[in-house]
């Protein structure tokens, strides 16, 4: 069962109007196809308000812990959500990144791997870079910018897709693509702060 649409919704009657949710860039988003969506890591909450912002379903990878948790281990897979287990390489995670954007889908990512706990963005991890080179898809850079205040704006802003087409050609590596990455979701933060 696909709770997807519901989760959008009750998520956007939320969201929306406690953290006056602004979306930037969204024309640029790609209407088809796979979409490697990397943004970086403020909260909790950066999931679901991703969520709501974009265009299209978006594919979470989301900590293995949380699907032991009762509730979420019986609503996550159903608003598209999969396990990765954190600090190893998780081949079976993996797998399934490139065969959901190999499908056409949108998989989210969060290059830092982890919440920023300064609210600043940490350094990317070569996994993002990995999927861009391996996924065949348009990868999408991301910025939400906060903080998380109540009645306070919070922007997520899309950038234009970057072109990986070069970087795959001169068989770049996995860490100089995710600091491509990097780079664009930190000059969205930069300009639209």
Known sequence: M???PLGKFLCSVIFKPLYRVKVIGRDHFPKEG???LCTNHIDNFDPPVVGIACPRDVHFMAKE???SVPVLKTVLPKVKAFPVKRGMSDREAFRKVLKILKSGEVVGLFPEGTRSTTGELGPGLAG????ALKGD??????????PYKLFKPLKVVYGKPIDIAPYRERRASSEEV????????RKLIEQNK
């Open 2 to 4: 696909n709770l997807y």
């Open 34 to 36: 796979g979409v490697l």
């Open 65 to 67: 812990e949380l699907f």
């Open 128 to 131: 993002a870079g990995f999927f």
């Open 137 to 146: 898809a348009v990868v999408m850079p991301c910025a939400i910018i906060g």
């Open 178 to 185: 995710t600091e491509v990455i990097m780079t664009e979701i």
